[in-house]
């Protein structure tokens, strides 16, 4: 009865918001109200330093990491555990706790699918420092990883439940950087760094 449980403990932990706690445990500004307007660790990085956004970031990808070990631990299915990696990541995109404005879902995303498979885990950092690194756009390397991150759970895996949670995962990650993928293409979009 636990295992079922899990999606739902994974929705509550993943609406959370780590920017928000972080913002206010640091005395910033609400990340909603500042710059990008997004609740992620690269927002609070612009405004509120290295610390707070390492601890924002840290926060988010254990929202996505805790649930699915707790799966792996409980022996789920692949179809729990799909659900559970899942639901921890609409829970950070659609929390419950935010009137359903949250982020864009790139670290617990990766934490939850860090945790599901190790591999798949390397493959996407692999793939985000590579881009990030010749392209120094960290919204085109999450945009490129959000798109191979299928790729690499079927390869990995071969399990059809969590190639179809990761491919929905990737769609709501592509949705939710359409601004940033307007930028890129207008050559107006901020690199790292600056």
Known sequence: MS???????????????SAIVIARLFGLK??????????????????????????????????????????HALGVDSVILALTMFAAFLGHVFPV??????????ATAFGALVAMNGWVGLALVGSWLVMASTTRYSSLSAITVAVLAPVYVWWFTHEPALILATGVMAFLLLWRHRSNIQKLLAGTETKIGR
């Open 30 to 71: 609400d990340p909603r109200q500042v710059g990008s307007g997004n609740p992620g660790a690269t927002n609070i990085l612009r405004y509120g330093g290295k610390k707070a956004a390492i601890l924002t970031l840290l926060g988010d990808m254990l929202k996505g990491a805790v649930p699915v070990l707790i799966a």
């Open 97 to 106: 706790f935010h009137g359903f404005k949250g982020g864009k879902g790139v």
């Open 3 to 17: 295992a079922y449980l899990l999606p739902v403990f994974a929705y509550l932990l993943g609406s959370v918001s």
